[in-house]
């Protein structure tokens, strides 16, 4: 299915026609606080947030992209596969430029987060390591710092 993209959220969110989506298997640095405020994040975590939604804004916004939706989440948000028109796929481009890291997906089927194209979770896992063995984006900081992109919940 097609939707045009109208709004970027963030790295890994977008909506179109007042339906949010956010994108299968990844995991941006957040722009906006874990609360839900909308008040920005701080330093690192900041930093790569913005340069994760700028490129979403890049290659999505006021777009027509072809989604596979997957399921939905808790906040029920579509979560869905993008595909460029180039047949570029939104997640493997992130992950393997360090935008985003793999999250919220399985090959697992007994995982909540299972995805039923196990090559696909592959793909994406050996991309996440290769962008790892590169330093590419948040990959080049050091564990310290990435804690502080991701932290914990």
């Known amino acids: 299915m097609d939707v045009y ?36 994040t701080q ?14 804004n890049l290659l999505l916004n006021n777009k027509v992209v072809e989604i596979e939706e997957s399921t939905k989440d808790i906040y029920d948000r579509h979560i869905v596969k993008v595909t460029l028109n180039n047949n570029l796929d939104f997640a493997s ?14 090959d697992n089927e007994y995982n909540p987060f299972y995805y039923y194209d196990t090559n696909y979770v592959h793909k994406l896992q050996l991309l996440e390591l290769e962008a790892q063995k590169l330093q590419k984006g948040f990959w080049k900081e050091n564990s310290s710092n990435i804690n502080k992109i991701f932290p914990k919940k």
């Open 5 to 40: 993209v109208d709004k970027i959220i963030d790295g890994d969110t977008f909506c179109s026609n007042d339906q949010k989506y956010r994108i299968l298997g990844i995991d941006t640095p957040e722009v906006y606080d874990s609360n839900n405020n909308f008040l920005p």
């Open 43 to 56: 330093g690192i975590q900041y930093f790569y947030g913005k340069l994760a939604s700028q490129q979403a």
């Open 93 to 106: 481009y992130m992950i393997e430029n360090g935008y985003a890291r793999v999250a919220y997906i399985s």
